[in-house]
């Protein structure tokens, strides 16, 4: 049960994969993500550091931090023509590996003359208060201003700091964010509409809380991705886990299972074995991008059909385990130069999500019987309450997030209190069913692509862009002028008329 339920803690990490959890969790592989790595990063920046406080919202006497930003385009911007700011709203990870995952922002911004700025998100990278990750995350009180709002109140007073040191006051700031950095970015056009005209939110699921979608819809998702491939793979994979779980009965059963996964070490359980292929079955329907991609790994375009193709297409008397091994080899070991696998990952570590999964984040998830191709689980939220209890001594806010930001009914309060924001999602991101899938009013749009994958809107242009993707980032680009445009004029209106009534 507790071993089920950290598993699914560990899903909830999904949500966009930082850097840290999965070079933990896909520690052979090496580098895990090329891209992040320093000495490659395709985009020029400056790396800087402003000091934040640790407690916006109290005045307790507590020591500040040095919270990391990157600025691009400094050299060539003009601040006093009012040119825009384009401002990344940091997820939960190291902040070069979302810039150098992020190439819409820095295509972009060319086009509207615009700096660039990606900001770290406090408790990630290197922005980490008590001088180090150990002070950080010793404990619950060192880790209790890890939370979405003070991390809000750090972009708001980092923005307001550097438009006045760069005389740029006048400048609109258009905010930037994918998957929980996408939350972030439309939670923050709504709670700071002064400091943002706009925000593009890309796979944000800010619905993924209380009841407000159905707790089966992500793991229904990555299932109907498989399906659509291929029903027998879908098939194979649904049977895969009672095959598994027998096998893992005995100790013979463990070591044979260990042996024909090319485990570096060998099993204690079969479930240790299970999380670690239904999170690569979960991972690859995020990044099911249709060109070769190494965001979380090294994969080919269409992975889940490559994937598919391996479990269909083994010698008939192949076996079901064979079968998922051989497809799981594609999300894990593409590259062939993998010599075992590791599954260590550390569930108890003091990893940033799994706390905010403990607190703030608390996101229902299920696993149906029928549509689903994971085992079956129902969601449980005393256990899972339990279970933060034990790991960080921390009791779970549920409701808190729906009471802060807002989400049931979404529609009628962002038709009424919200402008300017674009909910992008592709279908196939199992993030896509939390997130905002209609147009709400003019300035509330949602651009849904059928094909799309976890914000592959985001993602830098290539060679193999396919024309829905090519659209829809020229729709985006369009909207992000139209609001630009709307924030010149009424300023040039609100000055004529201030002008006027001092004549
Ligand atoms: C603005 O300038 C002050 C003084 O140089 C500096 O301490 C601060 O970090 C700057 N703010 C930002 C956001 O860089
Ligand atoms: C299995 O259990 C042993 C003893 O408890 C432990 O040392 C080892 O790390 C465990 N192996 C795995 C793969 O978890
Ligand atoms: C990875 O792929 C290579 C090439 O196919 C193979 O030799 C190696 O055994 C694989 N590694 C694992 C851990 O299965
Ligand atoms: C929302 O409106 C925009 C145009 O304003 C359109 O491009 C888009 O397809 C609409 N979205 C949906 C989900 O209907």
């Known amino acids: 049960m507790t071993k089920r ?22 520690r052979h592989v090496k580098p895990p993500i090329r891209n992040g790595e320093p000495g490659t990063k395709p985009y020029r920046y400056e790396t800087q550091y402003f000091h934040q406080t640790l407690d916006h919202f109290s005045f307790t006497d507590l020591p500040g931090f040095e919270q990391r930003y990157l600025v691009g385009g400094l050299q060539r911007w003009a601040p006093g023509g009012g040119r825009p700011i384009f401002f990344y709203c940091g997820n939960e990870g190291d902040i070069e590996w979302f810039a150098a995952n992020s190439g819409f922002v820095w295509e972009s911004a060319p086009l509207f003359g615009a700096l660039v700025v990606f900001a770290e998100h406090r408790y990630y990278g290197k922005s980490m208060p008590y001088g180090s990750k150990e002070g950080a995350y010793a404990n619950a009180k060192s880790l209790s201003y890890l939370t979405t709002e003070q991390a809000l109140a750090d972009y708001a007073t980092l923005l307001t700091d550097l438009k006045r040191n760069l005389s740029a006051e006048d400048s609109p700031v258009i905010l930037f964010g994918g998957s929980y950095g996408g939350m972030l970015a439309a939670w923050m056009r709504l709670k700071y509409p002064h400091i943002a005209v706009g925000a593009l939110a890309s796979s944000a699921p800010i619905l993924q809380f209380e009841n407000i979608v159905p707790p089966e ?14 029903v027998s793979c879908f098939n194979t994979i649904k049977e895969s886990w009672d095959v598994l779980e027998s096998r893992g009965q005995t100790v013979n059963g463990l070591l044979s299972l ?12 079969s479930e240790d074995l299970a999380d670690w292929l239904s999170s690569a079955y979960s991972y690859l329907a995020m990044v099911d991008y249709p060109y070769p991609s190494e965001f979380l790994m090294p994969l080919p375009a269409n992975p889940i059909k490559e ?12 076996s079901v385990l064979d079968r998922v091994f051989a497809g799981v080899s594609v999300y894990y070991n593409y590259t062939g130069s993998v010599d075992c696998f590791d599954l260590e990952d550390d569930p108890h570590g003091m990893s940033g999500w799994d706390w905010q999964a403990c607190t703030e984040m608390v996101m229902p998830m299920s696993s149906s019987q029928d549509n689903s191709m994971f085992p079956t689980y129902d969601y449980d939220y005393s256990a899972y309450r339990e279970q933060c209890i034990q790991d960080y001594g921390v009791k779970p806010r549920p409701r808190w997030v729906t009471t802060e930001f807002g989400g049931h009914d979404v529609r009628t309060t962002l038709k009424k209190f919200g402008s300017n924001i674009i909910f992008s999602n592709g279908l196939l991101d199992p993030w896509s069913g939390g997130s905002v899938l ?12 059928e094909l799309g994958a976890h914000h592959i809107d985001l993602r830098a242009s290539t060679k193999d862009d396919p024309d829905w993707l090519i659209e829809q980032r020229e729709t985006e680009i369009q909207i992000i002028k139209q609001w630009i445009d709307e924030y010149h004029q009424e300023r ?12």
């Open 217 to 230: 819809t992500f793991y229904d998702i990555v299932s109907n991705d498989f399906r659509r491939e291929s």
């Open 307 to 318: 994937v598919c193709k391996k479990i269909d297409g083994l010698d008939e008397g192949s």
């Open 5 to 26: 339920l950290s598993s699914l803690l560990l899903q909830l990490l999904l949500l966009s994969i930082t850097a840290e959890s999965s070079s933990n969790r896909i």
């Open 438 to 449: 209609q147009n709400v009013s003019e300035s509330i749009i949602a651009l849904v692509t």
């Open 258 to 269: 260990s042996r024909d996964f090319n485990l570096c070490r060998n099993l204690n359980n």
């Open 492 to 503: 040039v209106a609100s000055s004529s008329m201030s002008g006027a009534a001092m004549m």
